[in-house]
C-alpha cells in the first residue's frame, strides 16, 4: 500500500535560515501529495499540495515539488521566522474501501528562534 | 463557515468512566474522519465515514471504542469503560469525497484533549 517517509525532528532553526524537510513516498501511480502543518493546540491544516508530477506547490513562503524520479516532495522555506515554529506533516492519498484516505507522515516538529 | 466544531475542547475523567467526544463536520462535506494523536504513535486514524456509513474501522484499537454518525451533521466517539491509555488528543476532520477524487483535502478541527486518571 501506499506509504510515506518524514525525517525525524525536531528540527531547530535561527529565524532567517533555509528550511529543508524531506518526505519520500511510496505509491501506486502517481497520487497527489500534500503538506499539512500543526500549529501549538490546533488541528492540521493544509500547507500546500501538488496534484502531479513536477509541479511545485507553494503557500506562505513554503514550497515543494513532486518529484517522482526520487519518489519525493521536500517542503522547502528561504528564510523562517518564529511563526513558523510548528508539526509539519507529509500525506498522500490511499484508496481503500472504494475510496481515498489520507496517510499522513510521522510528522517533524520545527522549533525557529529569534 | 464556521469549520468543524469538536466538544468538549478538554475533557478530564477517570479510569473506568464513558466518555463521549462530538464533532460537526463542515456543511456540505460527505466524509468524516475520527484521528488520535499520541507522542509515542503520533496520528493514527480510528476510523472514517463517507455518507454517514463507516467505511474503514481497522484502525479502532479495540471494542471499547464506538464511533456512530446519525446524519451529515454530526458524529460520536465513545469510549466505554476508558483507561489512562486512551489519554490523547481526539480529532476529528471532514472533507469532500467521491469515487475517484484525489484532491481530498481534509479540514480538521481544533481537537479534544483527553485525559484518563
Known amino acids: 500500500g501506499n506509504s510515506v517517509t518524514q525525517m525525524e525532528g525536531p528540527v531547530t532553526l535561527s529565524e532567517e535560515a533555509f528550511l529543508t524537510i524531506n518526505c519520500t513516498y511510496t505509491a501506486t501511480g502517481y497520487p497527489s501529495l500534500f503538506w499539512y502543518v500543526q500549529y501549538p493546540g490546533e488541528g492540521l491544516q493544509l500547507l500546500l499540495k501538488a496534484t502531479k508530477a513536477d509541479d511545485k506547490g507553494s503557500n506562505k513562503g513554503f514550497e515543494a515539488t513532486y518529484r517522482k524520479e526520487t519518489t519525493s516532495f521536500h517542503l522547502e522555506k528561504g528564510s523562517v521566522q518564529v511563526s513558523d515554529s510548528a508539526v509539519y506533516f507529509c500525506?498522500?492519498?490511499?484508496?481503500?474501501?472504494?475510496?481515498?484516505?489520507?496517510?499522513f507522515g510521522a510528522g517533524t516538529r520545527l522549533a525557529v528562534h529569534p | 463557515d464556521a469549520g468543524v466544531i469538536q466538544s468538549p475542547r478538554h475533557e478530564v475523567t477517570e479510569m473506568g468512566q464513558e466518555v463521549t467526544l462530538r464533532c460537526k463536520p463542515i456543511s456540505g462535506h460527505n466524509s468524516l474522519f475520527w484521528y488520535r494523536q499520541t507522542m509515542m504513535r503520533g496520528l493514527e486514524l480510528l476510523i472514517y465515514f463517507n455518507n454517514n456509513v463507516p467505511i474503514d474501522d481497522s484502525g479502532m484499537p479495540e471494542d471499547r471504542f464506538s464511533a456512530k454518525m446519525p446524519n451529515a451533521s454530526f458524529s460520536t466517539l465513545k469510549i466505554q469503560p476508558s483507561e489512562p491509555r486512551d489519554s490523547a488528543v481526539y480529532f476529528c476532520?471532514?472533507?469532500?469525497?467521491?469515487?475517484?477524487?484525489?484532491?481530498?483535502?481534509?479540514?480538521f478541527g481544533p481537537g479534544t484533549r483527553l485525559t484518563v486518571l
Open positions: 476532520a471532514s472533507s469532500y469525497v467521491s469515487s475517484g477524487t484525489v484532491n481530498n483535502e481534509q479540514f
Open positions: 500525506a498522500l492519498p490511499m484508496f481503500s474501501g472504494g475510496y481515498n484516505k489520507l496517510i
